[in-house]
């Protein structure tokens, strides 16, 4: 003898689908709202554009009456004892710490990836498009990064360096 009651429970089998699925948009709608929250910076202390040459990276501080410079990887000609081998750029991005900065990154040519994997950064340069991270460094020091998109011949020589001061 075969009992259909229990072998024939589609009303609790669709409720048991449709409950979880139910709470899992209420737990995602304000996780989302929070997440999109955080990447906001309503009024930054500075904004930093950065665009990605073949194989060098322009700042321009837009805040501080357009300061332009270009940086490139140090020759090992001009390397000083200490110095990171590929990492050492000739020209620093220098900020002070406990600042809330908003990062603007574009490329010119081809796709860059402004990476500094110590201070949590990673955003992909397009040209043709201006992508944004914020963030607020809490410890000064210097932080070193790289291109880390493979973005020509000489992408591994494209570092980036950030230098925070008290």
């Known amino acids: ?13 669709t409720i048991w689908t449709i409950l979880p699925a ?9 996780s989302l709202r929070i997440l999109y929250l955080t990447d906001e910076i309503n009024n930054p202390s500075f904004t930093i554009k950065s ?8 700042y321009e501080y837009t805040d501080y009456g357009g300061l332009i410079f270009n940086s490139y990887m140090l020759p090992p000609l001009f ?15 220098v900020l002070p710490v406990e600042a809330p900065v908003r990062m603007m ?11 500094i994997p ?3 950064l990673k955003m992909d340069a397009v040209p043709g498009r201006l992508n944004q991270t914020t963030f607020t460094a ?3 020091g210097v932080y070193y990064g ?3 998109e493979i973005c020509g011949a000489n992408h591994s020589f494209m570092p980036i360096v950030v230098e925070l001061i008290p």
């Open 51 to 58: 665009t990605g040459h073949q194989w060098y990276w322009t």
């Open 22 to 30: 139910i709470v899992l948009v209420f737990i995602a709608l304000p």
């Open 146 to 148: 790289q291109c880390s």
């Open 79 to 93: 390397w000083n004892p200490g110095d990171l081998w590929l990492l050492e750029a000739d020209y620093r991005v």
């Open 1 to 13: 003898l075969t009992n259909t009651s229990i072998t024939d429970a589609q009303e609790m089998e």
């Open 138 to 140: 809490m410890r000064p």
């Open 118 to 120: 110590t201070l949590g």
């Open 105 to 115: 990154i574009t490329s010119q040519e081809v796709l860059h990836s402004w990476t």
